[in-house]
């Protein structure tokens, strides 16, 4: 994988008299996407068809690609589901939702029952507000375990208004 | 005086992760990418890097580098 990367090296003052360098430290700040997340962007829009009975089907793209974090999300807005490796299903009340793994590992739901293009794209966003929130968890979990055997260890966690959590770690490992 | 090396993670409840590190010396806050991303199961979308000089006693020599750096 490549990370193009810009440098810029203010220099200012670096040079010394003695003619010994300055020791130098150098920030990295990155944007990491989970592989349970395809795309950052949430959702598209939906396309409608019929299927053979002549019911409405609105289909919408997500960006989910992890099944478990995906049925744990429907779940949390109480749906009934049922789920195998290539299909999972969602039912609430009017509405109920099939969700079909593409040629690239991401799920796209088609809905049936009462509910139009746009009550779909709704639908859809809050299962992924969900997911979001699932997906969170999953990292959160996984950094405090994994951390320590990669030299890092935590130092302190809060949660901001939006949500979001921070977490210092103290690198203390082989590469610090 | 140095900065005690860090690592800050931020992970918003759409799940996205930001990351910097602090303090590390010389190009060594790269591997953290790779560590990073292993860690996460993640994969990096955006990243720059700043350089952050400790600065010492000195001549004023004003200079200014840019270069782009490709890792493999």
């Known amino acids: 994988m490549h990370h193009p990367l810009t440098v810029v090296e203010d220099r200012s003052s670096f040079d010394v008299d003695d003619g010994t360098e300055g020791s130098a430290t150098l920030s990295v700040s990155l944007i990491l996407v989970p592989l349970a997340v395809a795309t950052v962007a949430a959702v598209r829009g939906a396309t409608a068809s019929r299927d053979e009975r002549g019911r409405v089907i609105c289909q919408v793209q997500t960006r989910m690609r992890d099944e478990a974090l995906l049925s744990a999300a429907l779940r949390q807005t109480n749906a009934v589901v049922t789920a195998d490796h290539q299909e999972i299903v969602a039912s609430w009340d009017r509405v109920q939702a099939t969700f079909q793994r593409g040629p690239d590992a991401v799920w796209s739901a088609h809905l049936t029952g009462d509910v139009d293009e746009q009550g779909a794209v709704d639908i859809v966003r809050a299962i992924d507000a969900e997911y979001g929130r699932q997906v969170q968890r999953a990292v959160l979990e996984q950094l405090r375990e994994r951390a320590p055997a990669a030299g890092l260890r935590l130092e302190s966690e809060t949660v901001a208004e939006d949500a979001s959590v921070r977490m210092v770690f103290a690198v203390e490992g082989r590469l610090s | ?72």
């Open chain 2, 1 to 72: 005086m140095t900065e005690k090396p860090r690592i800050v993670l931020t992970v918003t409840s759409a799940g996205i992760v930001s990351a910097e590190t602090k303090g590390l010396a010389g190009s060594g806050c790269l591997d953290y990418i790779t560590i990073l991303e292993d860690l996460l199961d993640a994969r990096t979308i955006e990243s720059a890097y700043t350089a952050d000089y400790t600065r010492t006693n000195v001549n004023t020599q004003d200079l200014q580098e840019e270069r782009n750096v490709e890792r493999a």
